[in-house]
């Protein structure tokens, strides 16, 4: 087999949205361009903004290997230098690492990494004011075990090299760090003692404290046991020095007697000014403060609410925002009213002090667990997001963008799995955290709760559950009865009355560990809100293939497999390190005794990928990893329902394929960003990723994929198989532009959504949108492979079923209009847009068409049609294909088929007056060029008689075609002729699917009597008036026109 990087790097992955914002700790903005800022996503890389937050484009991809981003600084002395560190400090369940630190030395255009790797989650990063060299990073290190790799660092040669100036022991990190403006060789730090497993939290210990630094961190001061501050263990520490008062410092800290903090002295001494728990809830996610640098007696307070005091930190006043749970902020030193925050629902900006914000609604870094599909068609796409509903998506929508208009929520929660009824898609299925489970019907857009135990387990330990339930839970319809609604606790529950009740089919499937059930949190402040629920049922699945074959994996690490629908349970579990989460259990579609196994040990502190196989009901297993990086832990495995053993697996930074049933596996690029994938679903020719940091992305024909094992790798061409394509109408067409940068609004389903021409990777450009997602392309989706060196030509020839030739689009057809075939080596893919040639046009003069319409050829019937490869003029490859009408419409092959002869007698009635007035045009271009010839030669009379015959020549068109026709809004004041009045009947015809009204025939038959007698005129004219000029010239012996 030919080395698959050549196809895999090629993919291109269209984001599907949706457009809503992803968690965000860290923000940043440029210190002299108010417009410009920066954030970056806990899983979905580092964005920019020109414009003040109206819209946002990722930096950081091509760039990074990881995603989260935990920290932003930008260089007050140079804007144009920006630090990263990587791996958010917020250390939630299903938090994501970092890699280190990078910089940027040009606004974020390029970057490199600069180390730090093994720190894994960084919390701060600050600059010198006068010095972008000068650098320090607060490093929480290891969010699940120990490590010596945390603590602060320095760096004073622009991040070459690194030295550890603080650190305290290898369960405690930093987690803020603060560096007085005033005089740089003051920092305060806060160190933080922590740690998660996968069943607990712990927040506190002897590490956690504050310390201060007045030589630039040379030597440190601890202060954590300073007159005024709580005695006993302490947790997560925020600290914040005032820029307008620099003796003056807060300290925000979680402890029995904690609350907000001030020091006027350095921190020589300290007084609580506030013990309000609104300040300190949930203190291992929180804990932020932040200073204002004008006014040393404002400042804020980040938590689940954005909190203000003007009063020195005594009072509080709640700030509205676009979303809640607070994390960073960033105020312009000289100007406070201009600031960015960032929340769970992604990054705003200000510029009036936080009166108003800017939306999180154009920022795709949404966070899925899962992803479904169901049998719609167009088929939508559901998932539950991190910190905000559930939600469906359309795959395609006909306002030309997905937008937010195309999308809603469907019940349950943030965190859920989604199953949808196949015969009734109405019908969904969604859980959420604390085992919330709802059963939502479209129709009414009412949602009824069904959860399997409604006792509501919020502040207790699992071990206080009737059914222990994960943050998580699996929810599956059987593939063979949609009756049939299956829910996984600690044992699985089947319903067969939509949620109504609930039985239990099997004995409890986890080893349910009493130590492992207990409260999580403390030993200051508990924490159970279900994250930590353990010894549960975390994956599940039912063959595709046979019913009854059930598959359970527990989050503790055990796999049971039930031959006979639940009755009997077999203990399968291989041999995995203990405690392994099984994250998912794929039954193969192809074998009932076949099953494939994705498992994690991050939260153990082992990054190592997990994936496994078994033909024989699980009775043994082999791993399948080879190919995947040691360190890059695996979320989930599918295996493709076409062609057997082809499967995809995602990991923490991305998605691999093998060919050869896991023996080897290969990473995808192409346009893919780096990023969790949590979990992926086939749908019929298309592959669809829920990724934990940039919202849904989808390739939209896996046929080449299916194919590649089998192609000749010598060949010189191969045309991979061809998908069927419907015929879709084509939305609103983007302005065309090849200039990059330049942007444009078109209007979708009501709302603007604007687009902005980038660079496509291959030398040419693209469309990006900003704020909505991508459409799948409109068309015959055709997928190749050059195999030759530097090919002349490539060329695609569609044809009908009876062999006649439709269009032939060349690489090398410089007169062709819009797209051509890439003769580059390698895999391509080109778009027909299943139209047939367009008809003859004017230059010079605009269409004034108001109901649509042109000069553009008809889209080609439903039915069986070919394609060809030829390069260098041989055909290498040919492919068969349908094209399908939309199911959704009621017209019948035959209407269809009407409207396409009329419209292709309009083309051809339109093409004749077109080339009949622009033979007529070609003629007075030759008289006006011998009129000067004959003034030359002193015949005048001779060529005042030819300006005559070019004005009849002109007056004869204008009955034809309005030649002052020049702008958008010319035919208000100039009436259109009938050029204009056919392509607007184009329009009219093609404006759906459907059999053509009696009065488009009507008005049909009334114009091409209009154009015939335009063009009988226009002819004879030519013929008379032409050949006797035509003689008395040919008498001046200055050769003739024609």
Known sequence: MRDPQELLGSTRWRLAGPYRGGRVVAVAADPVDPLTFYFGACAGGVWKSTDAGATWRNISDGFFKTASVGAIAVSEADPNVIYVGMGESCIRGNVSHGDGVYRSDDAGATWRHLGLAETRHIARVRIHPKNPDLVYV??????????????????????????????????????????????????????????????????????????????????????????????????????????????RVWALIEAKDGGLFRSDDGGATWTRLSDNPELRQRPWYYMHVFADPVNPDVVYVLNLRFWKSTDGGATYIGIPTPHGDHHDLWIDPKNP???????????????????????????????????????????????????????????????????????????????????????????????????????????????????????????????????RVQWTFPIHLSPHDPNVLYVGANHLLRSTDGGQSFEEISPDLTRGEPETLKPSGGPITKDNVSTEFYGTIFAFAESPVQQGVLWAGSDDGLIHVSRDNGKTWENVTPDLPEWALISIIEASPHDAATAYVAATRYKLDDFRPYLLKTNDYGKTWQPITNGI??????????????????????????????????????????????????????????????????????????????????????????????????????????????????????????????????????????VELRGAGENPPVGVLVQYRVGVENPKSVALSFYTADGQLIKRIASDDEKAKGPKPKATPGVHRFVWDMRYPDGVDLEGVRLAAYWGGGVIGPKAVPGTYEVRLEIDGQEVGSQQFEIRKDPRISATQEDLQAQFDLLMAIQAKLSSVHETVLRS????????????????????????????????????????????????????????????????????????????????????????????????????????????LNAKIAESGIPPLG
């Open 921 to 1028: 045009q070609r003629l007075r271009e030759q008289i006006a060029a011998w009129q000067e010839r004959l003034r030359a030669s002193g015949q005048e009379a001779l060529a005042e008689e030819a300006g005559k015959v070019a004005e009849k020549l002109a007056e004869a068109e204008n009955y034809l075609v309005e030649w002052r026709h020049k702008g958008g809004a010319d035919a208000f004041n100039y009436p259109p002729k009938v050029n204009s009045k056919l392509a607007s009947l184009q329009g009219t015809v093609s404006y759906a699917d459907a059999r053509p009204t009696q009065q488009a025939y009507g008005v049909f038959e009334y114009l091409s009597g209009w154009a015939d007698e335009g063009i009988a005129r226009l002819n004879e004219l030519i013929e008379s008036e032409i050949g006797a």
């Open 138 to 247: 607060a490093a929480f290190g290891h969010a699940f075990g120990p490590n010596e790799e945390r603590g602060v660092f320095r760096s004073k040669d622009g991040g070459q090299t690194w030295e550890k100036v603080l650190y305290r022991d290898e369960n405690t990190g930093a987690c803020d760090l603060s560096m007085d403006p005033n005089n740089p060789r003051v920092l305060y730090a806060a160190m933080w003692e922590a740690r998660r497993s996968p069943w607990s939290l712990v927040s506190g210990g002897e590490g956690s404290g504050i310390f201060k630094t007045t030589d630039g961190g040379d030597t440190w001061v601890e202060l954590t046991n300073n007159p005024g501050l709580p005695q006993g263990l302490k947790g997560r520490i925020g600290v914040a020095v005032s820029p307008a008062k620099p003796d």
């Open 629 to 766: 990086p040691e360190d890059d832990f695996t979320r989930v495995i599918r295996e493709d329902p076409v062609r057997r053993g082809l499967l995809y697996c995602g990991t923490e930074t991305g998605l691999y394929v093998s060919f050869d049933d896991g023996a080897n596996w290969h990473r995808v690029t192409g346009n893919l960003p780096v990023v969790p994938i949590h979990d992926l679903v086939i749908h019929d020719t298309d592959l669809i990723l829920a990724t934990h940091g940039r919202s849904f992305w989808v390739l939209d024909d896996l046929s080449a994929l299916r194919a590649w094992p089998d192609i000749d790798p010598d060949a010189p061409g191969t045309l991979f198989p061809v998908r069927p394509a419907y015929r879709l109408m084509e939305p609103r067409r983007w302005p065309e532009s090849k200039t990059v940068g330049y942007k444009s609004y078109v209007t979708a389903g009501g709302n603007q959504v604007l687009g902005e021409i980038v660079p496509d990777g291959e030398g040419g450009t693209r």
């Open 337 to 467: 009213k201009r600031m960015i925050h960032g929340n769970d629902g992604g990054a705003c900006v200000s510029l009036d002090g936080g009166v108003t914000w800017s939306s999180i609604y154009n920022q795709p870094t949404a966070q899925f667990y899962h992803v479904t599909t169901d049998t719609q068609f167009p088929y939508r796409i559901y998932g539950a997001q991190q910190d905000n509903t559930t939600l469906s998506i359309p795959s395609y929508s006909d306002r030309g963008v997905i937008s937010a208009d195309d999308t809603y929520p469907v019940g349950g929660g943030e965190s859920g799995y989604i199953a949808v009824r196949p015969d009734d898609p109405n019908i969904v299925y969604a859980g959420s955290y604390a085992s919330r489970m709802t059963r939502y019907d479209h129709r009414s857009r009412q949602e009824v709760d069904i959860t399997v135990w409604p006792d509501d387990p919020i502040g207790y330990g699992a071990e206080s559950m009737k059914y």
